[in-house]
């Protein structure tokens, strides 16, 4: 165990960064894309989106002002 300052670190306890993705609920299960074509997706990704339904991704997509949404269940 570790102190610093007031503050002890317990080395046993600290988790890993994958541990971290896992509590959190994943990488992203949607990519936001900045342009969407008929049926894909094209330009560049604006980033991954960690929600329940494709069309919800689809509503925050458009919020950071993206196009189109694909993965998960789209």
Known sequence: MKKLGKLQINS???MKN???MILRG???SYICWSEGWMSGCMGY???PINTASCNMALTICLAMGG???NG???
């Open 67 to 69: 196009g189109c949404v």
């Open 18 to 20: 994958e541990e971290l």
């Open 12 to 14: 046993d306890r600290l």
């Open 26 to 28: 994943g990488y992203g």
């Open 45 to 47: 990704q604006l980033g």
């Open 72 to 74: 998960g269940d789209c």
